[in-house]
């Protein structure tokens, strides 16, 4: 049985889409409980504005994984609707090794952001800035793996000659 990276990569990257929602979910109710706890019970709550910051960060970053396997980050793809068959391919093929350079070097960086966080950590939860800063690393990780697999599937297309037409409208950036 041959490990088909397309199929591996959906399955992870929908384990990411439902995390991704509960910290989503999180962050909006530490959100409320700031705000019910400011101004129904005058008394605020000092660590829910972290908490939604942090988790805010975390959601963000998945999602630009997210986004960046299932092509839909922003692009600018009038070339593209021109094109057809491997020049089609080929332009597809460039654009995501070159998000792949990119983001895989600002995943480079990011990990050495939280090698550099160190010992320092947050002022009310008391959380390990290199923990908080992880999720824009993991994020960033995550776009350069979806990036990686969109590439694969472009140049083997590609090397198969497979004509993928123009794109259509459900499959634009922008739609």
Do not use: C
Not at 60 to 71: K, S, V
Not at 91 to 107: P, R, T, Y
Not at 149 to 173: H, Y
């Amino acid at each position: 049985m041959t490990l088909n990276p397309t199929r591996a990569a959906a399955a992870l990257f929908a384990l990411v889409k439902w995390l991704t929602i509960l910290a989503f979910a999180a962050m909006v109710t530490a959100a409320i409980a700031q705000v019910v706890s400011r101004y129904v019970f005058n008394s605020p709550l000092g660590w829910t504005e972290e908490l939604a910051r942090i988790l805010m960060i975390w959601w963000t970053f998945a999602a630009i994984g997210i986004l960046a396997f299932r092509r839909k980050l922003l692009a600018v793809d009038a070339v593209l609707l021109a094109l057809r068959g491997r020049r089609h391919q080929a332009v597809l093929a460039l654009g995501n090794g070159l998000g792949l350079i990119f983001v895989g070097w600002l995943a480079w960086l990011s990990w050495r952001l939280v090698q550099l966080a160190g010992t320092q950590v947050s002022p009310s939860l008391e959380i390990p800035q290199a923990w908080i800063y992880m999720g824009v690393a993991l994020g960033l990780s995550g776009a350069t793996f979806g990036f990686a697999v969109n590439l694969w599937v472009d140049l083997r297309r590609l090397v198969s000659n497979e004509d993928t037409g123009p794109i259509k409208a459900t499959e634009r950036s922008d739609v």
